[in-house]
């Protein structure tokens, strides 16, 4: 049996995935134009959302063991602006090198570095504490990009779980096994975030461990 420090890094790890993968099958169903689209002025869009996160995962997880969370080279009010420019290829690299900087850092860790010391913003944090608040952070963010996407897509939305009015059918149905995709720390191996999301979509009727469902 692992230890609980192995088990925590590990389930860690489930969990960073289970939100890529569920904000990935909502930024996949988005139009070009509609990754840009906010509800109201003081709403934030998709896009913008992704930059913000990508920032964040770029601070808080490059050289987690050794410096602060909140680099000096950290401007996050600029995280929630985009110029006219910005294309569906920018935000997506923004995703995935955030994501990359997240799995590369967690790979990394040992059982033995769960109770160090880190800071963030000057606050000490156990290891354990630190990936916690980034967990909760995202899984925010993750609800955040679902819901925008559900509300733009409407009718043509596809979805991330049990489909609704199937869930007594769910109960009754014989237990499905759910394969994992293959991750490595940039993300699915050997699959387009296309093939990947379509791949979730398919298996809509599962409930994913670590879902918001």
């Known amino acids: 049996m692992p230890d609980l420090a192995t088990h925590y890094l590990d389930e860690a790890r489930r ?39 990508a920032g964040s995962m770029r601070s808080r997880f490059r050289d987690f063991l050794a410096t602060d969370g909140e680099k000096p ?27 990359a900087q997240v799995f590369s850092t967690l790979d990394a860790l040992k059982p033995e570095d769960v109770m160090r010391t880190v800071t963030i913003r000057g606050e000490p944090h156990t290891v354990l504490q630190a990936i916690n ?43 499905k096994t759910y394969k994992p995709m293959s991750y490595t720390k940039d993300g699915p191996r050997n699959q387009s975030l296309k093939e990947s999301v379509s791949r979730l979509v398919l298996q809509s009727s599962v409930c994913f461990k670590g879902s918001t469902s």
């Open 15 to 53: 969990q960073m995935r289970g939100q890529k993968r569920l904000a990935e099958g909502a930024i996949a169903q988005l139009k070009d134009e509609e990754l840009f689209l906010t509800l109201d002025p003081e709403s934030n869009s998709v896009a913008i959302l992704i930059k913000h996160m």
């Open 73 to 99: 080279d950290r401007f996050r009010d600029q995280e929630f602006e985009l110029n006219t420019a910005t294309t569906r290829a920018d935000v997506l690299r923004w995703w995935d090198n955030g994501w």
């Open 133 to 175: 608040r980034q967990i909760a952070h995202y899984g925010g963010h993750t609800g955040q990009i679902i819901f925008l996407a559900k509300h733009l897509r409407s009718s043509d939305w596809k979805t991330l779980s049990i489909p609704r009015g199937k869930s007594e059918e769910y109960k009754m149905a014989p237990p």
